[in-house]
């Protein structure tokens, strides 16, 4: 499961995984995905794309409406989750709501795994900078410390694919 801001790459971080552009809608308007999206890996299991949580350029309905969507889904799917990427813009602090959405991730036992994103647009003392910052205010997930991603130049793309073929052999009940 992806899920993160509106913006921070979830779209281009499932179509680099999957290697194929145009598969999940990406946008540089916050809100392009403005429903739970499933896309069948392998004829085994699903990435799911979740709406952007914060801010997004939408109508106030349209807004109001993903909440109690985001909110059913993860209620009912928790213990199906075999992995949740908690998707993160590197080149920014995590908000509250990213706060939010770990303490919920973690009440619950899901594991996840903290993808900085577009780690590209940062120089290389930047990059490690950004990673130093994402673990000590966001902390290490439980399966990993944060790893810096780039859908443009690969930057990550092994180890991402590592955690999740790690975590879908494990399983859930």
């Given at each position: 499961?992806?899920?993160?801001?509106s913006?921070?790459g979830?779209?281009?971080?499932?179509?680099?995984?999957v290697?194929k552009?145009?598969?999940?809608?990406?946008?540089?308007?916050?809100?392009?995905?403005?429903?739970?999206?499933?896309?069948?890996?392998n004829?085994?299991?699903?990435?799911?794309d979740?709406?952007?949580?914060?801010?997004?350029?939408?109508?106030?309905?349209?807004?109001?409406?993903?909440?109690?969507?985001?909110?059913?889904?993860?209620?009912?799917?928790?213990r199906r989750?075999?992995l949740?990427?908690?998707?993160?813009?590197a080149?920014?602090?995590?908000?509250e709501?990213d706060?939010?959405?770990?303490?919920?991730?973690?009440?619950?036992?899901?594991?996840?795994?903290?993808?900085?994103?577009?780690?590209?647009?940062?120089?290389g003392?930047?990059?490690?900078?950004?990673?130093?910052?994402?673990?000590?205010?966001?902390g290490?997930?439980?399966?990993?410390?944060?790893?810096?991603f780039?859908?443009t130049?690969?930057?990550?793309?092994?180890?991402?694919?590592?955690?999740v073929?790690?975590?879908?052999?494990?399983?859930r009940?």
């Amino acid at each position: 499961m992806f899920l993160g801001r509106s913006n921070v790459g979830k779209s281009s971080l499932i179509n680099r995984l999957v290697g194929k552009k145009g598969l999940a809608r990406t946008s540089a308007l916050p809100g392009r995905t403005q429903s739970v999206n499933f896309y069948r890996i392998n004829e085994a299991w699903n990435f799911v794309d979740l709406p952007g949580y914060g801010y997004a350029r939408v109508p106030e309905a349209v807004r109001r409406k993903w909440r109690p969507m985001i909110e059913g889904y993860l209620e009912r799917r928790a213990r199906r989750i075999a992995l949740a990427l908690m998707v993160l813009d590197a080149r920014h602090a995590p908000s509250e709501l990213d706060h939010t959405m770990r303490d919920w991730l973690e009440a619950r036992g899901v594991g996840y795994l903290v993808v900085a994103t577009k780690a590209d647009k940062l120089s290389g003392n930047a990059r490690e900078r950004s990673r130093a910052e994402l673990a000590s205010s966001i902390g290490g997930s439980p399966v990993a410390e944060p790893i810096l991603f780039s859908a443009t130049t690969g930057l990550g793309l092994r180890e991402v694919w590592r955690w999740v073929d790690q975590a879908l052999e494990k399983g859930r009940p």
